[in-house]
């Protein structure tokens, strides 16, 4: 499910929410019993719509980190294949550059992607917190709308939805989590290798110039 659909269903909880709330103020009494449970659904619906408005924001980020980085990747294998077909002299030397130049932007690519999707993993977690209390205001709307026979129904419908809303985000979300750290994992696998590839030529280099130094008359 995507946050399009992740917000349409908070869309409809917000209008419950005011729905219930035109509901509780069909009496003075249900009013003052009920007011603060239903603008708690219209309160956690708005939570949710923002956070979800945050999440849309960092997916279009993401999606544009993730084209160059591919591009970039195809960029790299374009070069290598030039490079293991046997390009000799000065073509050799520029295109070993090229390689090393464009492999340190590719890192650079990944950290960015890597960085976004912490962040949409942070908010995914906050739309998880968000709705951590539906059941217990979903019990609180059951023992306190019991007083109302004209409302059973109603709010009955309500707490079935809210209850529903909290299982369709709870276990999309959990599973967006968890692809979400499978690929960190794998950034940072990709990372690794190549910081220490990086690092031992960069050590490489340092030797040849010293030595060439301690060589020079």
């Given amino acids: 499910m995507s ?40 309160s956690m619906a708005s939570n949710t719509l923002t956070i979800l408005e945050e999440i849309d924001k960092g997916c279009l980020y993401l999606a544009k980190d993730a084209i160059d980085t591919v591009r970039a990747a195809h960029h790299l294998e374009v070069y290598q294949r030039a490079l293991d077909a046997g390009v000799q002299g000065e073509s050799c030397n520029l295109l070993i550059a090229t390689i090393d130049s464009e492999n340190r932007k590719m890192l650079q690519r990944l950290s ?13 977690r906050d739309l998880q917190g968000a709705i951590l209390f539906i059941p217990a205001l979903n019990s609180l709307l059951n023992i306190n709308v019991s007083g109302f026979r ?23 979300s959990s599973f967006m989590i968890a692809g979400i750290t499978a690929t960190i994992e794998t950034i940072d696998a990709i990372e690794s290798p190549t910081l220490h590839d990086q690092e031992q030529g960069e050590e490489t280099n340092e030797t040849e110039d010293v030595v060439t130094s301690d060589a020079a008359p």
């Fill in 150 to 172: 004209d409302f059973i129904e109603q709010f009955k419908h309500i707490t079935e939805e809210l209850t529903s809303f909290k299982e369709v985000i709870s276990t999309t």
């Fill in 112 to 124: 960015t992607v890597k960085l976004r999707l912490i962040e949409y993993k942070e908010k995914l």
């Fill in 3 to 42: 946050s399009k659909s992740f917000k349409v269903q908070a869309s409809k909880i917000h209008m419950m929410g005011l729905n219930a709330q035109v509901l509780a103020a069909q009496s003075e009494e249900a009013k003052a019993v009920l007011g603060v449970l239903v603008s708690e659904i219209g």
